[in-house]
């Protein structure tokens, strides 16, 4: 199964077309829109129940059913815009919400991370109005997926420059979008 994360809140997205093309490659998919999830920042309540869910093995309830989608797609498509130097908070919450151990991670004896995804790889697209910096977002993702999620592929696909006057955004945008024939075939965007 391929999974769609799609967290891009307007209707006329440049993230997202980019995405649509890369996914039109891609093939079938199932999506889930963030901006139209109900995702909540884990409190001291939601703490308390995943902590219990979690000690009594219950990895099979609906608490964690976005861990277990998560976990089970074997390509990932992540699409979000780069805004004040990472990605939108719904991005953060939907990763506070899956990152259960047990289902995505688990840890062995000395502590050290295990991937328990089935992904081999994931494709981070996003789009900058000015110059794209990845140290808070992509990098920040490829670190959880290859470290924690055992994702071995991580691959950018971006458009930046967007917005600078005397810039072409249109032509930007088409430029990525012919990209994402390279990003499938060698997993690097040019």
Known sequence: MKLFI???PRKDSRTKRIADALLDKIGEYEEISLYETLLCPIDESRLGKRNAL?????LDDDEFALARQFAAADEIVVAAPFWDLSFPAKLKLYIENIYITGIVSAYDENGIPKGLCNAKR???????GGPYDGRYS??????????????????LVKAEMLDIVGNDPEAIVEEAIRGTDCSLNTGRLG
């Open 122 to 128: 994931l494709f981070y697209v996003t789009t900058s």
């Open 6 to 8: 799609n967290c891009c």
């Open 54 to 58: 979690l000690k009594n093995g219950a």
């Open 138 to 155: 992509f990098d920040y993702l490829k670190t959880l997926c290859t470290d924690y999620f055992g994702i071995p592929e991580v691959i």
